[in-house]
């Protein structure tokens, strides 16, 4: 989708008009991106809305991302552009199922991954994505036992790498489910001289690291990285071909900061319905209107915010 010049023209004046500042997704549109202040993953987007100066923060992203900015921000107005930008991780687990968890385990930590509503991450010990989820289980005592909740591979990713016993949430991601290890060793022997770029939310890593361990896969080919690692790993490594495996919206940016190096998709349907939600005329309404505000109860924030705190001071 195009941006026309009109309508960015008139995004930029709003957002001087009215103090507000636009954050993207990795996973958004094109056409968000080039008008976003801020392009990120989950962490760098939550460290972005707690340091803003800005009075609006407009968030181009999933609806759980718009909540955090809230928890984040009590003084400041978040927007999402649409209501309906949710997620289907996020909506595998409710508050009621770690209450559970925790009634059954007293003295454990849950582990909330950022893909979770404000209620179930009120009901944590911390937060965490997938950049710094290895380092936010391995500060917890090795005595105590974790429940990481909601995405399953992401968990079981952490277990391998820590060596912990960790009680997982059976969720998922739709969108990187559906990447199979099939897909990459097919996209691998295609290109011999790409380097595999792997987010841990993929159905498929656990499969890659037992390949990598058994040796069917090239271990120095192959990296496992949140998005934004992905997108420093491109630009700073001197490989010139990349297999990507996570939801191709990322490859906008990295095509535009990495002219001339040839990106590919491990699998080029993954593609996530609620991030493709907002386009550039739903944040001009957005803007022009003060919709929708995003509202996070306080006894809830202020639970929450205890999580993310911990998620943030860990790094």
Known sequence: MALSIFIQQRIEELKREKNAILLAHNYQIPAVQDVADFIGDSLALSRKAAATDAEVIVFCGVHF??????????????????????????????????????????????????????????EADYCCTSTNAVKVVQSIPADQ???????????????????????????????????RPEDITAKMA?????????????????????????????ADRTHILSTEGMVRRVKESPANEFII?????????????????SLIPANPDAICKYMKMITPEK???SLEKGVFEVHVPADIAARARLAIDRMLAIG
Not at 100 to 115: D, L, M, R, S, T
Not at 247 to 260: C, D, F, Q, S, V
């Open 245 to 261: 495996a996570t939801e191709t919206g990322i490859l906008y940016r990295m095509e535009k900061e990495n002219p001339g190096k």
């Open 145 to 179: 036992e974790v429940f990481f909740v909601p995405d399953m591979f992401l968990g079981d990713y952490v277990r391998k790498v820590t060596g912990r016993k960790i009680h997982l949430w059976q969720g998922e991601c739709h969108v990187h489910a559906g990447i």
């Open 65 to 122: 991302m718009a909540e955090t900015a809230a928890i984040l921000c009590p003084d400041k107005k978040v927007l999402i552009p649409d209501l309906d930008a949710g997620c289907s991780l996020a909506s595998t687990i409710v508050a009621e199922d770690v209450r559970a968890w925790k009634e059954e385990h007293p003295g454990g930590a849950v582990v909330a991954y950022v893909n979770t509503a404000a209620a179930v991450k009120a």
């Open 190 to 218: 295609e290109y011999p001289k790409a380097e595999f770029l792997i987010h841990p939310e993929c159905g498929c890593v656990s499969n890659c690291m037992h390949m990598v361990a058994s040796g069917d896969v090239d």
């Open 283 to 285: 944040v001009l309404r």
